[in-house]
């Protein structure tokens, strides 16, 4: 009953006439009917004057029937009726509260009959009726069932409001709570909007009571149903047997496999007979596929599965048919220096050697021919099944070029080839796949004095070359290039014989001498003494002067020349027409002996320096 009603009652009280009371009161007698049928308006209007003993038992009855609207304590009510917004509330009032249905969102199954907890949020609205919180009713209840919750253990519901860093938010009796991403499940998540919007149940496992924080967990509930499966999967492994799993994690080395509580790893090798780059190759999150155990450690904490063991080994399966000489196509799978893997068939591999790549002598690395994925044939070479071994051959494919060598290639012949690579001693030269021959460092040039072939030419330069020796058993060939010109030096021998004069210019003053350029080929050496003159002084560098060549050799490409001997030989010529002058004066005179010999001794002197 309202205040308002209330106050009305005792003024009617006041104002009635005593009325006599009836033995056996209807109120007593049927308190249920006698609040349903009592005329509300005319008491308020002092119509039906009411006696004091009857008010009594109407107060009576009002305290133990209906609640009081103006107590701030939680009052717990049944649903009555469920519309499409709100759930109508009876809690014995005047009048039946209404609450939003916003506010059972974490509890989808609600239906008329069950018991709700509610606080009165307005006594009266506009249409008399009361205004329920069923939120507030829970916050103030929240705490102590959280507390209670994880003193117990209890499970209980929650409602999945939103994704947050990290995890949900959870309503847990009207409290939001946290849910880590790490507690929704025992396996990894990877789409946390699934869960929103969802009623599920929790354990809760903290309580920050100084920020009033909450921590639950979905993942709680079913640990221990999985330890308990775990316990009974683990004492059941033995090695060879197979047992279905689920795809729980994929990584760059394997992939781990869900049996049912208990992981296992497929290491990348264990998944396929094939070479594979990735597991992912092989198999998809979530898929269910069937292992083999092939180990476990003593505790069976570490699990080793296989997925390929379960099909028959390609080696095995590979027919009797094939054979060595046979030709066989496949992919390239794995490139090494020394050689490169081919799979022919689906697990079966045989390597092609670099030596097999190709005809030539000069080897060189695999990635020059073959790439990772070309589809190529081959020639199998060797095959041991029983070591699952197979080796084959590209060059194979083509004729030797060795062949029919001496016809293509005879001593003599000039050809073009490409510069391979060096060594200290000369430069290989390729003429054709196949066919290298070598140019030794002497026969690179005929003038120039070379200490490394990379001072006369380059890798990949093409070079003029002759056949010089040509060895079939062994597959060499000894090519010249200076041998494509001719030699400068046979006309050189001619031009600069003993005896011949040239003028040049003094290049360089070096050790013991100097040097003089006589053209582009010709760089000769004056030693110290052939560089005086006549008037006793030593010629310079870039000082010009006539030279005598005193010595050549063709050979070795050396040439002497000398300054002195030009005007040391014209005196011995001046010598030779002074003497033969002075005899036929002689002859004319008569002369003494004496006197010839005095001016002979004049001359020899004069020539040996003297004064």
């Given amino acids: 009953m309202s205040e308002k009603e209330t106050k009305q009652a005792e003024v009617a009280t006041t104002e009635a006439t005593t009325v006599e009371a009836p033995k056996t009161s209807e109120a007593q007698a049927n308190p249920e009917k006698f609040l349903k049928d009592f005329n509300w308006h005319n008491y308020e209007e002092g119509i039906d004057p009411v006696d004091d003993k009857q008010l009594e038992e109407f107060e009576k009855l009002v305290s133990e029937n209906f609640v009081d609207t103006l107590d701030d304590e939680v009052v717990e009510g049944e649903v009555i009726h469920i519309t499409d917004r709100d759930a109508i509330i009876d809690i014995n009032?005047?009048?039946?509260?209404?609450?939003?249905?916003?506010?059972?969102?974490?509890?989808?199954?609600?239906k008329v009959g069950d018991k709700v907890e509610v606080l009165i949020d307005v006594r009266e609205d506009a249409t008399g009726q009361l205004v329920l919180s069923h939120r507030k009713a829970r916050v103030i209840k929240a705490w102590d069932r959280v507390n209670n919750a994880h003193d117990t253990g209890e499970?209980?519901?929650?409602?999945?409001?939103?994704?947050?860093?990290?995890?949900?938010?959870?309503?847990?009796?009207?409290?939001?709570?946290?849910?880590?991403?790490?507690?929704?499940?025992?396996?990894?998540?990877?789409?946390?909007?699934?869960?929103?919007?969802?009623?599920?149940?929790?354990?809760?496992?903290?309580?920050?009571?100084?920020?009033?924080?909450?921590?639950?967990?979905?993942?709680?509930?079913?640990?221990?149903?999985?330890?308990?499966?775990?316990?009974?999967?683990?004492?059941?492994?033995?090695?060879?047997?197979?047992?279905?799993?689920?795809?729980?994690?994929?990584?760059?080395?394997?992939?781990?496999?869900?049996?049912?509580?208990?992981?296992?790893?497929?290491?990348?090798?264990?998944?396929?007979?094939?070479?594979?780059?990735?597991?992912?190759?092989?198999?998809?999150?979530?898929?269910?596929?069937?292992?083999?155990?092939?180990?476990?450690?003593?505790?069976?904490?570490r699990i080793q599965l296989g997925l390929k063991q379960l099909s028959k080994h390609p080696w095995e399966a590979l027919g009797d048919t094939v054979k060595v000489g046979d030709k066989v196509k496949g992919k390239v799978v794995v490139i090494a220096d020394y050689g490169a893997f081919v799979e022919v068939e689906e697990g079966v591999e045989g390597?092609?050697?670099?030596?097999?790549?190709?005809?030539?002598?000069?080897?060189?690395?695999?990635?020059?021919?073959?790439?990772?994925?070309?589809?190529?044939?081959?020639?199998?070479?060797?095959?041991?099944?029983?070591?699952?071994?197979?080796?084959?051959?590209?060059?194979?494919l083509t004729p030797d070029p060795w062949t029919d060598i001496t016809s293509k290639y005879p001593v003599g012949s000039k050809h073009s080839g490409i510069v391979r690579n060096f060594t200290n001693f000369g430069v290989f030269v390729e003429l054709e796949e196949g066919i290298d021959g070598l140019i030794y460092i002497s026969d690179l040039s005929w003038t120039k004095k070379i200490k490394h072939p990379s001072e006369f030419t380059n890798v990949g330069d093409t070079l003029e070359v002759v056949v010089l020796e040509l060895d079939v058993e062994g597959r060499k060939l000894s090519l010249g290039h200076k041998q494509t010109t001719d030699n400068p030096w046979d006309k050189y021998e001619t031009e600069f014989a003993l005896g011949t004069t040239h003028t040049a210019e003094i290049g360089e003053i070096?050790?013991?001498?100097?040097?003089?350029?006589?053209?582009?080929?010709?760089?000769?050496?004056?030693?110290?003494?052939?560089?005086?003159?006549?008037?006793?002084?030593?010629?310079?560098?870039?000082?010009?002067a006539e030279f005598k060549i005193i010595e050549f050799n063709k050979e070795f490409k050396r040439v002497v020349a000398s300054h002195t001997a030009i005007f040391k030989e014209e005196e011995m010529a001046n010598v030779k027409a002074a003497v033969k002058k002075q005899e036929a004066q002689a002859a004319e005179a008569k002369p003494t002996l004496g006197d010839a010999n005095d001016a002979l001794q004049a001359l020899k002197d004069k020539m040996d320096g003297k004064k």
Avoid at 93 to 110: C, Q, T
Avoid at 386 to 391: A, L
């Fill in 351 to 396: 390597l092609v050697h670099v030596s097999e790549m190709s005809w030539s002598t000069h080897l060189r690395s695999a990635q020059d021919f073959v790439s990772v994925g070309d589809e190529i044939e081959a020639v199998i070479l060797t095959l041991d099944r029983e070591d699952r071994k197979m080796s084959l051959g590209i060059k194979q």
């Fill in 510 to 544: 070096v050790d013991k001498g100097a040097t003089i350029d006589f053209n582009e080929d010709i760089v000769a050496f004056v030693p110290s003494r052939h560089l005086e003159k006549e008037d006793g002084s030593k010629l310079k560098k870039g000082e010009s």
């Fill in 155 to 301: 499970i209980v519901n929650g409602f999945v409001k939103c994704r947050t860093k990290g995890g949900m938010i959870v309503d847990v009796f009207g409290i939001e709570a946290f849910l880590p991403g790490s507690q929704i499940d025992v396996k990894p998540i990877r789409d946390y909007d699934q869960y929103v919007n969802k009623t599920m149940e929790f354990k809760v496992v903290k309580i920050n009571h100084e920020f009033k924080n909450i921590v639950v967990s979905h993942k709680a509930l079913i640990e221990a149903d999985i330890e308990e499966q775990k316990k009974e999967i683990i004492g059941q492994l033995e090695k060879g047997q197979v047992l279905e799993g689920i795809v729980k994690n994929i990584t760059s080395y394997g992939v781990f496999i869900d049996l049912g509580g208990v992981d296992g790893l497929v290491h990348i090798t264990d998944l396929s007979w094939s070479r594979i780059n990735h597991p992912n190759e092989i198999v998809e999150l979530d898929q269910k596929l069937n292992v083999v155990i092939l180990d476990f450690d003593e505790d069976k904490s």
């Fill in 93 to 110: 009032a005047k009048s039946e509260g209404v609450i939003s249905l916003n506010e059972f969102r974490y509890n989808p199954d609600l």
